[in-house]
């Protein structure tokens, strides 16, 4: 799938402010700073549709586009900054939860990884809070040009070494990187998979 069309439609602080649902969707998340906004501008061909920003957890919003007039994709603001205050993490929390457990053409849900890192927690939790709650998702690991193909699939494997015990069959597990282009297809054609 190529993109051919993306524009923004709106920022929502709650489900009830969503977009109608009239479009399959499917969202990203990740720790600020994962490198999110670049691979969504990545994706859609435009530097400019998601902020790169430098400042992290800023946009605690969920940001809707609409993909070739036919899907949406949603940016969800991103956990796990450090300066976040406790009303702010529980505010996260509140709508982070009502819009993936109540958004009914969520077909997907994009976690993001940072490919240096081993395993965090916050990650593994969240993965398994969604495979808990039946929610369909796929781990994204990005930055991959920043380090060797042998790191990567070291990162990759240790993720499926600490999921193993929790989960029957391991989600898809996708490598990307923003800066090389790596994997871009892998994840349109994961998302043209689902609304063809
Ligand atoms: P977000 O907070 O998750 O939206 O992360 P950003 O997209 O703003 O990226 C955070 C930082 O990582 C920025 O300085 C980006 O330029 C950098 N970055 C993001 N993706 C990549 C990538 O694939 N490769 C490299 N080398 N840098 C990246």
């Known amino acids: 799938m190529e993109i051919l069309q993306s524009e923004f439609v709106k920022s929502s602080s709650k489900i009830e402010e969503c977009p ?3 479009y399959p969707e499917f969202a990203f998340i990740g720790r600020s700073n994962v490198g999110k906004s670049s691979l969504v501008n990545m994706l859609a061909n435009n530097k400019k549709l998601a902020k790169v920003s430098g400042k992290p957890g800023k946009t605690q919003l969920i940001n809707h586009f609409l993909i070739n007039n036919n899907w949406f994709l949603v940016d969800l603001p991103g956990y796990g900054w450090a300066k976040a205050s406790k009303t702010d993490k529980a505010k996260w929390g509140e709508m982070i939860h009502d819009y993936i457990i109540g958004r009914e053409n969520l077909h997907n849900v994009f976690v993001l990884v940072d490919s240096r890192l081993t395993p965090q927690q916050i ?6 809070w969604l495979g808990e709650n039946g929610i369909p998702l796929a781990i994204i690991f990005t930055k ?11 990162a990759i494997a240790k993720y499926r070494k600490v999921l193993k015990s929790t ?9 990307t990187s923003s800066a090389s282009f790596e994997g871009k297809e892998d994840v349109l054609k994961f998302i043209e998979n689902y609304i063809r």
């Open 144 to 154: 991959a040009d920043k380090q060797s193909k042998n790191k990567n699939q070291s």
């Open 20 to 22: 109608e649902a009239k």
């Open 167 to 175: 989960w029957e069959e391991l989600p898809p597990m996708l490598l």
């Open 123 to 128: 990650d593994v939790e969240f993965i398994n």
